[in-house]
Nanobody
Framework: QVQLVESGGGLVQAGGSLRLSCAAS????????MGWFRQAPGKEREFVAA????????LYADSVKGRFTISRDNAKNTVYLQMDILKPEDTAVYYC???????????????WGQGTQVSVSS
């Protein structure tokens, strides 16, 4: 079992930045690819970014490329999502998730956090 806890959400003006963190715990917490997804009201959960176990490989949704950066610190069992040049359309609940391999689809992810709210005002 892997437990995931997100933090770092909040309210920010358009053009601003936030950094989300996801702390993983459990016996195999460090042995997973990690991803960030988001879900806005009335919409389906969508992929944002993912990073391999080693941190060498990353994936990004087209909508966040060049603005968001995913990274991880395996010594701390923590994954980060640096979000810059935020837009109102980035407003959503952001979820951290763990998977057996690098992937951009929800069904590959077996473990999920509770989510953290990100709100971007115009």
């Amino acid at each position: 079992q892997v437990q995931l806890v997100e933090s770092g959400g909040g309210l920010v003006q358009a053009g601003g930045s936030l950094r989300l963190s996801c702390a993983a715990s459990g016996r195999t917490a460090g042995a997973h690819a990690m991803g960030w997804f988001r879900q806005a009201p009335g919409k389906e959960r969508e992929f944002v970014a993912a990073i391999s176990w080693s941190g060498v490989s990353t994936l990004y949704a087209d909508s966040v490329k060049g603005r968001f950066t995913i990274s991880r610190d395996n010594a701390k069992n923590t994954v980060y999502l640096q979000m810059d040049i935020l837009k109102p359309e980035d407003t959503a609940v952001y979820y951290c998730a763990a998977a057996g391999r690098l992937a951009a689809v929800t069904y590959e992810y077996a473990y999920w956090g509770q989510g953290t709210q990100v709100s971007v005002s115009s």
